[in-house]
């Protein structure tokens, strides 16, 4: 049998393309259009954050921060010179694969939002809109296990374990580095 190279070639594109493909699929919202809509109207300037060695050190002591980096970027959000909000993308492994979360402060350390950038699990690990809602109002004094602190999701425990340490982690990088603004 003799293929035309038109459909042979047809055939090669799909399937170099398929993983492509695939991994969009779980992309949910470019990181642009997420910091222009929750900080609409505001100037949003990259910062990059360096946690000395001491300030590693003390936030890997706490439960669920073991392994914190040193390294962070979190982006300001300014109104008329006024801070009006802080935004950090977070990429962290959940079980086997990458999840990305963009969590929104208050200028006073207080979690506005937290949004699903993209999810590389099985759909249904991810923890659902309501679930992230429950987070809205959270300090760096509140606890964020799931299960005991937070409603448990059945089949998506390592999510929402990663969810919560991911905005503990986040508020207390503010807490530390950022609180002066």
């Known amino acids: 049998m003799k293929l035309s190279p038109l459909p042979l070639l047809i055939a090669c594109t799909l399937v ?16 642009e259009e997420l910091l222009s809509r929750e900080f609409q109207g505001a100037t949003v300037e990259r910062r990059p954050v360096y946690l000395s060695r001491e300030q590693q050190a003390a936030l890997s002591r706490e439960p669920g921060l073991e392994r914190v980096g040193r390294f962070f ?24 694969k990458e999840e990305t979360l963009f969590v929104a402060l208050t200028p006073e350390g207080r979690v506005r939002r937290v949004e699903v950038v993209s999810f590389f699990e099985p759909e249904e690990y991810l923890a659902p809109r309501r679930w992230l809602d429950l987070l809205a109002g959270k300090t760096a004094a509140d606890a964020f296990q799931a299960g005991r602190d937070l409603p448990a999701i059945t089949g998506a425990t390592l999510t929402t374990g990663a969810i919560g340490r991911t905005v503990k982690k986040v508020l207390a990088i503010h807490r530390l580095q950022l609180t002066g603004d």
């Open 16 to 31: 170099g393309l398929a993983p492509a493909v695939s991994a969009l699929a779980h992309v949910y919202v470019m990181p």
């Open 73 to 96: 970027t979190f982006y300001v959000a300014k109104s008329n010179g006024a801070v009006v909000g802080y935004g950090v993308f977070d990429t962290h492994r959940v079980r086997t």
